[in-house]
């Protein structure tokens, strides 16, 4: 099975970018379809994007369409999530999480193996 371990979060200003990097081992990336996911304390996960196993095909959350890149790196087994004009509702932790067939690409419930999350926060 895939492990999952997230980095790059950290604390940024209004508008500011920020890239956050979901490395996989244990299996090849590409095997999976991968997705980023938040949560913030007392509310339920939110789907934030995905990739498809190819690499090729994308999915984004309305919130963060147009502002948030997600992309599969084979060669180095990983999954990055570009964040670009963030915004303070962008904050919350950030999951990293991976299923070999989702049913949804869009439901957080699709997904089986998850990383411990990496916070990112937008001030204001």
């Known amino acids: 099975q895939v492990r999952l371990t997230e980095s790059g979060g950290g604390l940024v200003e209004t508008g500011g970018s920020l890239r956050i990097s979901c490395a996989a081992s244990?299996?090849?990336?590409?095997?999976?379809?991968v997705a980023w996911i938040r949560q913030v304390p007392g509310k339920e996960r939110e789907f934030v994007a995905a990739?498809?196993?190819?690499?090729?095909?994308?999915h984004y959350a309305d919130s963060v369409k147009g502002r948030f890149t997600i992309s599969k790196d084979k060669a180095t087994n990983a999954v990055d999530l570009q964040m670009n004009r963030l915004k303070p509702e962008d904050t919350a932790v950030y999951y990293c999480?991976?299923?070999?067939?989702?049913?949804?690409?869009?439901?957080?419930?699709?997904?089986?193996?998850w990383g411990q999350g990496t916070q990112v926060t937008v001030s204001s």
């Open positions: 990739v498809e196993w190819s690499g090729l095909y994308t």
């Open positions: 999480a991976a299923s070999l067939n989702p049913l949804s690409y869009y439901s957080p419930n699709s997904y089986d193996y």
């Open positions: 244990g299996r090849a990336v590409d095997s999976y379809a």
